[in-house]
């Protein structure tokens, strides 16, 4: 069977597109990354891939507000191909400022409802300033094509803005209910640490938010940095553990994209 | 035309405000200052043949520019008043004009892209101050912390709604410099005044020039010359000959052979006189030569005449690395400063060979105590704790954008840095084999690429040999930069796509656009070709600049390549497909246009504006004309000769990230007699030393830093349960393949007082342990060097750098590593205001621990400030280290893995008089036993004595240990030593026996404990609290 294809969104600033393309492909994917005006003007180029990946960075130095002129573009020429491309059953993975974009487009947490007024955004950590450090993370019950539900993750933050907020309690509540706040952080068990368990002061401890499909993942972490053992902060005290917690999210979203595996394709 | 101003304003905790701003400007001179809230503002103008209304930029605002989630706005129209609240203080700070706003950049473009028709965007940010204040005093305070009026303009109250200003456009007119009727003083005077910075002999030498040409030069012309000819372009001390009479350097013979080593201390050397014909090459790049003939150290691919030095990495690649400084930017300017000292750093990695990809970023920052009273900081100097705050974030801001880790690096606090804080920029990257040699050819189209050019930057490289005083923040806010990293982004994009193109590399040479601007760019790319430019092509970011500042102009994020011209079409191409935008200024090679001059032959450098020749210039000239100096210098010491066997240097040493140091005022004194001793003296004695600025944590900065994009990390800055320091930083630069590469810095000014010499070696023996403390190959390891100094005018000042150049070849030669890359940055003094001197002095006083080194050399350098009324640097070298892993599964880290494992303390010789010889089979004993898998954890040992660094391998392991057979057995704890190690053993008879056969020394130090308390004999203490004396923040709290 042919390797899934994967599209990897670059623009000015994209910066963690060349290791994002190698986890795919040490998942078993085949990975190519497009610049936006390539995918502006093929949107057909979409038609091949099983899955569209916005990796992390500072798209056009992150200017106004991380990922902003990068979903304002991606609204104004791009919003009928992606949602479309969901619907055909495409998976779609938005990391750190990935994320940002997916959620300030609307497509996060409801892709059906982007044409609406935005009820969720991320914005400034909470305290300030950017922080590169490990967190611990745990996955939801709901049903998300790149997560093993209930299971734990160690993965790398590295952003100054990551905190997950929604306009009013209702707007959370409609999330939380749902299950949509499928990646939390939480202490860890492993290391006893000064520092909060939740790094930015993220509402209900969000790291990453599903739509009602799965299928739509966007996670503020880096799971493309944890790939292989050595990338680990305690690779060296592990001894033989060389689970590879981000390798293990890229590995199970290339399982759902092989025939018989494909998660339900009608919104719910 | 039709105007508006846009107000963001957070909607989240309408009433706290912003509590950090608050804070500090409480602290910098408002106390009774309540909340404080901060709005940014837009200016969208749109032209008046089609201007915007309230509803297109109402949604504007509400489509691109709020977060409807955590912000709203404010729309005020031309003719519209901006509200000021009662009772409150309303503060805007606005960019000035010219200075570069990435965020208005963006929205422009962005709104043109969407289809409005916008003529121009600005931004400022507004403060609110509850709280009605004196208009100067909040002017003031608010200019100290929350701006710098050198780029920006803090208005009280509002500037309201003005149009933007509009350069001032002048008429196009060559203008000649009458050079030719100058005497001596008129020459020096232009040299002074125009900021050539040249000396009388160089201005001679210019006027011969041109007597013999029968003109006058252009005022581009004598710019050109100034720049080429700039300390900082040319590095001509350096390479100046030299004539050094003074004490004998210990370890060698004058001419490069090594003579025996661990010769008797330096005091009682014989006096000797020595000629250098060229410093640089008879000393540093004489090293290499003789590493490399003698077929050790890595291979080297590149050294000394690119713009970074490479090395072999592996089959296919080499490793490029080159450190520059950005000390005079960063003084007036400190976040710009750093920010651009990092691209400039970059640009040179990229404009390396043909190209190389940056991996690694490095940051190595000299500054003043950040405590430092905040009512005695002389005039012109910003407080130490800003400069550092700012530094910070600017390598922060920079390397993050552009998707580079900044990896490894140091900050050392020294009083005498408070004029001239040093800044230190890296830049690692990975280059094919078959991509490392360039040479643009006649016919090359010269093709400028990345960010427009303006007026920013002017005089960068010849403000760079100026000597920094109380007035040059107004003199030079000009040279002060702010970058865009994302221009420069694209152009890393494009240059690697056009490298990498499936046709092959579309050019055929390529460099930076830096210090001297395209003067320095074209002028060296075509040196043996000649050039032709054409300066009206040049795009810029506003009309208005003279032809001579198109040329000279330092604006960021631009490269200058060389194409073919069959290749121009598909480069520009994939410009285009890149988003970086690249023009055609002209050709390489003689052009059928030849200047005025044309009859002397050989290559010239001719550039025109508007078809007019403005510049007509004798490349041999300009490269090889420089008058050759010869310079004298001395060196006596001033110091008793060193006990035999003791170390008497107790100065402050640099603070490694992760590592290391202690400073005089925190090393353990002896009680004052009379005193009662504390009960656990070596309990206090370590809190103090962990807690020493200089040794202390450096979390808060590492974690500003994204260390870990490119997924190459494997040994990161702070490492193991406890985050504590790591040694150097491991990358596994090829994700694919297991072999690394480790990065790593030395430096040691607390020795320069008492002789460079050793201070080098002992820069040189740090970076190279560092190395090998994480698992790198002490044989395949290269260094570069980075001196900063005072006034080399000064034969003493000039007879230290002879010293510590001496000291890097004796080092290079002895332990087989080559310099490939350096740089120097000279004149770093500070002309105080004479009012200022002797409040200087005693603050400085009161930072000198009460005995040491540094106390007992007071004197002799408070004598020269007060005689001279310039506060000059302790001289500086900072040896960065690049060495190969052979295989990052092998790579060890510093924290303690296991209780019952055996710890030893492995090498360990004294800083000064120590044999290079002995020391290298220390380094490589470690290395072996790494490779051998016989080390779980291994730390290097310095500053602070093998103590602190058990103490360290503690916190971050989150484990204790027992030393109290170590006390016994090696009892001065705290003695900063060389070519040490404090290692973890699983089976230490194994590792003894192996290290007996190597001849290095090791004693036994005690064991590894699972629980968290260290036995030190009769005392003890917890790890949590190691942790807290070292987790003390540098500035934690202040200005």
């Not at chain 2, 000021?84 to 203080?89: E, N």
């Not at chain 2, 080098?760 to 970076?767: G, I």
């Not at chain 2, 001496?806 to 770093?828: E, M, T, W």
């Not at chain 2, 040992?941 to 602190?948: I, P, Q, T």
Request: net charge negative; glycine share 10%.
């Amino acid at each position: 069977m042919p390797a899934p294809r994967v599209c990897i969104l670059r623009v000015a600033g994209t910066n963690c597109d060349v290791e994002t393309q190698y986890a795919w492909e040490l998942a078993g994917a085949h990975a190519e990354r497009i610049h936006i005006r390539r995918l502006i003007e093929r949107p057909a180029l979409l038609d091949a891939c099983a899955a569209l990946t916005l990796p992390g960075g500072f798209s056009y130095g992150d200017d106004i507000s991380a990922g902003r002129i990068f979903a304002a573009q991606v609204q104004r020429h791009l919003l009928d191909a992606v949602v479309g491309f969901i619907d055909r059953g495409g998976l779609v993975l938005g990391v750190c400022n990935g994320f940002q974009v997916l959620v300030k487009t609307g497509l996060l947490p409801f892709p059906g409802e982007t044409g609406g007024p935005r009820r969720c955004s991320v914005t400034y950590n909470q305290p300030r300033g950017f922080q590169d450090r490990w967190v611990t993370l745990a996955a939801g019950d709901h049903e998300c094509a790149f997560l093993e539900p209930g299971r734990r993750y160690e993965l790398p933050i590295a952003h100054g803005e990551g905190r997950v907020v929604f306009s009013d309690e209702p707007a959370l509540r409609r999330v939380t209910d749902a299950g949509l706040d499928v990646l939390r952080y939480v202490p860890s068990e492993a290391v006893p640490s000064d520092e909060p368990f939740n790094p930015n002061g993220s509402q209900a401890d969000v790291a990453g938010l599903c739509d009602p499909t799965g299928r739509v993942f966007g996670l503020m972490p880096h799971p493309e940095r944890f790939v292989v053992a050595t990338q680990h902060p305690r690779w060296t005290a592990r001894g033989g553990d060389a689970r590879s917690d981000g390798l293990a999210i890229f590995r199970r979203a290339v399982a759902c994209m092989a025939p018989g595996r494909a998660l339900a394709t009608t919104s719910e | 035309m039709s105007l508006y101003r846009i107000e963001i304003i957070e909607i989240e905790a309408p009433d706290a405000g912003d509590e950090r701003l608050a804070g500090r400007l409480r602290e910098a001179g408002l106390p009774e200052l309540g909340a404080v809230h901060a709005s940014r503002l837009f200016f969208i103008e749109s032209p008046a043949d089609a201007p915007l209304d309230d509803a297109s930029m109402r949604a504007i605002a509400a489509d691109l520019l709020v977060d409807p989630v955590v912000e709203r706005f404010e729309l005020l129209s031309a003719g519209q008043e901006v509200r000021l609240p009662p009772g409150k203080t309303c503060v805007e700070v606005h960019p000035r004009p010219g200075v570069m706003d990435p965020v208005a950049e963006s929205v422009l473009a962005e709104l043109r892209a969407a289809g409005h028709a916008v003529q121009s965007v600005r931004t400022a940010r507004r403060y609110v101050l509850d709280g009605a204040f004196a208009a100067p005093r909040v002017r003031q305070t608010v200019a100290r912390v929350l701006a710098n009026e050198c780029i920006e303009e803090v208005v009280v109250g509002t500037l309201g709604l003005r149009p933007a200003p509009q350069p001032p456009l002048r008429e196009f007119r060559v203008r000649h410099v009458e050079l030719r009727a100058l005497n001596e003083a008129g020459l020096e005077r232009l040299s002074r005044e125009g900021h050539l910075f040249l000396s009388l002999d160089e201005m001679r030498t210019v006027r011969a020039h041109f007597d013999l040409l029968g003109r006058d030069p252009t005022d581009l012309e004598l710019e050109t010359i100034a720049q080429t000819w700039s300390e900082h372009c040319v590095h001509k001390t350096l390479k100046s000959a030299v004539v050094y009479r003074g004490a004998a350097m210990p370890n060698s013979t004058h001419g490069g052979r090594t003579g025996p080593t661990g010769c008797g201390p330096e005091g009682e050397a014989a006096e000797v006189e020595l000629r250098y014909a060229n410093l640089l090459r008879d000393t540093i790049v004489r090293a290499t030569d003789a590493v490399v003939a003698a077929g050790r150290g890595p291979r080297c691919l590149s050294v000394f005449k690119d713009n970074a030095g490479i090395i072999e990495f592996d089959e296919e690649y080499g490793v490029a690395f080159k450190v520059e400084t950005h000390n005079h930017p960063s003084a007036i300017e400190p976040y710009g400063g750093a920010a651009t000292g990092v691209g400039g750093c970059v640009r040179d990695v990229i404009g390396c060979g043909l190209g190389a990809r940056p991996i690694a970023n490095t940051d190595v920052f000299c500054v003043a105590p950040s405590d430092w009273p905040a009512d005695a900081v002389p005039r012109g100097v910003l407080h130490p704790w800003r400069v550092l705050r700012g530094v910070v974030s600017g390598v922060a801001d920079y390397g993050n954008r552009l998707g580079i880790p900044t990896v490894n690096g140091a900050i050392c606090f020294d009083p005498r840095y408070l004029g001239n804080p040093l800044v230190f920029c890296g830049c690692v990257g990975l280059i094919p084999r078959d991509r490392v040699e360039k040479a643009a050819r006649p016919g090359d189209r010269i093709v400028l690429i990345g960010g427009r050019t303006g007026r920013d930057g002017i005089h960068g490289a010849t403000f760079s040999s100026a000597e920094l005083s109380d007035t040059h923040a107004d003199e030079f806010s000009h040279a002060v930069q702010i970058g865009n990293a994302i221009t420069e982004k694209r152009v890393l994009d494009a240059v690697l796509a056009a490298r990498d193109d499936e046709r092959g590399c579309l050019f055929s040479a390529i460099t930076d656009c830096g210090a001297g601007g395209l003067s320095s760019a074209v002028g060296e790319m075509g040196e043996h070709t000649g050039a032709v430019v054409d300066l009206e092509r040049v795009p810029l970011k506003y009309a208005g600049l003279r032809y001579d500042e198109i040329w000279i102009s330092e604006a960021q994020e631009r490269m200058v390549l060389a194409v073919p011209p069959q290749n121009l079409d598909r480069f520009l191409e994939i410009m285009r497909q890149e988003e970086c935008e690249a023009t055609v200024i002209g050709t390489f090679g003689d052009s059928p246009g030849r200047g005025r001059d044309a009859a002397r032959g050989g290559p010239r450098l001719i550039v025109r504006y508007a078809g007019e020749v403005v510049g007509d210039l004798d490349m041999m000239f300009l490269h090889n004309g420089l008058p050759r100096r010869e310079r004298d210098a001395s060196w006596t010491s001033a110091h008793r000769a060193p006990p035999s066997g003791l170390n008497p240097d107790a100065d402050p040493g640099a603070g490694a990230w992760g590592s290391d140091r202690s400073a005089p005022q925190a090393r353990p004194q002896a009680p004052a007699p009379g005193s009662s001793p504390p009960d656990t003296p070596l309990v206090s004695a370590l809190h103090a030393v962990l807690s020493d600025p200089n040794a202390a944590s450096k979390a808060w900065v590492v974690r500003q830093y994204d260390h870990e994009v490119q997924g190459g990390s494997v040994v990161k800055p702070l490492g193991g349960p406890g985050d504590g320091p790591n040694d150097a930083a491991v990358l596994r630069p090829r994700l694919d393949r297991t072999r690394g590469i480790a990065v790593a810095c030395g430096l040691a000014p607390g020795l320069s007082d008492l002789d460079p010499y050793w201070m080098a070696l002992n820069a040189v023996d740090e970076a190279l342990r560092n190395v090998v403390a994480v698992g790198g190959d002490p044989r395949r390891t290269a260094v570069l060097d980075n001196f900063c100094w005072g006034r080399v005018d000064d034969p003493r000042q000039l007879g230290g750098l002879v010293r510590a150049c001496q000291g890097c070849h004796d080092a290079g030669v002895a332990y087989g590593v080559p310099f490939i890359s350096g740089k120097d940055s000279l004149n770093n003094e500070f002309a105080l205001d004479a009012a200022d001197v002797e409040p200087l002095l005693t603050t400085i006083g009161r930072y000198l621990g009460a005995d040491g080194e540094s106390r007992r050399t007071w004197g002799e350098t408070a004598e020269r400030i007060r005689r001279t009324g310039r506060l000059s640097i302790p001289g500086t070298l900072l040896i960065s280290a690049v060495g190969i892993v052979e295989d990052v599964r092998r790579c060890v880290t510093a924290d303690l893995k296991c209780g019952g494992h055996a710890l030893l303390l492995v090498g360990g010789l004294p800083r000064v008089g120590f044999d290079l010889h002995a020391a290298l089979a220390v380094h490589v004993a470690v290395a072996d036993a790494i490779t051998a898998g016989l080390l779980r954890a291994c730390h290097d040992v310095s500053d602070g004595g093998w103590l602190m660094g058990a103490a360290e391998m503690a916190i971050g392991g989150a484990r204790g240990f027992d030393a109290s057979p170590g006390l016994r057995a090696a009892p001065d704890a705290f003695l900063p030593l060389a070519a040490a190690y404090v290692v973890e053993a699983a089976e230490p008879e194994t590792l003894r026996s192996r290290l007996d056969r190597a001849g290095v020394r090791h004693v036994l130090l005690g064991q590894v404990r699972d629980e968290r308390t260290c036995i030190l004999g009769d005392e003890r203490t917890d790890v949590a609290a190691l942790r807290r004396a070292w987790s003390v923040e540098a500035g934690d709290g202040r200005l």
